[in-house]
């Protein structure tokens, strides 16, 4: 089932998220329908923040990416060929690597971009969708998705990273957003 994602403004998406137990009702239909609002709105990422609810789940699909890549293009990206994986109850042990600059977007912040300095490497443990534990390291493109989900669950967005007179110029957008004054082709709610 497709959800409508939560637009900036909304209080959810200001909340440290909790983690879930093993028994969390209907776990399995809850990450489905992540996954299938995720690809409904061309995202190569979703957090549960975004679809209103305050747990921290979080699903990446960075292979999208890479196969979409021109045959001369491949392997020249240290995390080809990308990754499909459902985070539950992530928390980052490790930062690493020097800190480069990526166009960043938000489905709950439709139609702003900007650039996000953020470490090349990332070393994350969670556990996946059947509570398996997992700590993974991940680099490149899949990283920083990874960082940029996981910012979800703790409460934060790309748009804090942001200098104060660029994220003043972007108030007014910011505003009609959480107004629901915008054009988007996927559902979104809106807090007022
Ligand atoms: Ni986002």
Not at 4 to 22: N, Q, S
Not at 39 to 57: E, F, H, T, W
Request: one cysteine or more.
């Amino acid at each position: 089932m497709i959800l409508p994602i939560v637009a900036y403004g909304a209080p959810v998406l200001r909340k440290v998220a909790e983690d879930i137990t093993a028994e969390y009702p209907n776990l399995q239909k809850l990450v489905a329908d992540m996954w299938e609002t995720m690809y409904a709105s061309s995202g190569v990422g979703l957090a549960a923040p975004q679809i209103n609810k305050d747990v921290r789940i979080f699903v990446v699909d960075s292979a999208q990416i890479f196969e979409n890549l021109e045959e001369n293009e491949k392997g020249e990206y240290p995390d080809e060929p990308g990754i499909k994986k459902v985070f539950i109850n992530a928390h980052i042990d490790k930062l690493e690597g020097e800190e480069w600059s990526y166009n960043e977007g938000c489905l709950s912040i439709p139609k702003i971009r900007e650039d996000v300095m953020r470490p090349q490497t990332v070393t994350i443990s969670y556990v996946d969708e059947n509570f398996e534990p997992h700590t993974e390291t991940f680099n490149g493109v899949t990283a920083r998705i990874i960082q940029h989900e996981y910012d979800h669950i703790e409460g934060k967005l790309f748009i804090d990273y942001l200098k104060p007179l660029k994220r003043k110029m972007l108030q007014g957008k910011l505003n009609d957003i959480s107004k629901g004054k915008v054009r988007v082709d996927y559902k979104m709610t809106f807090a007022k």
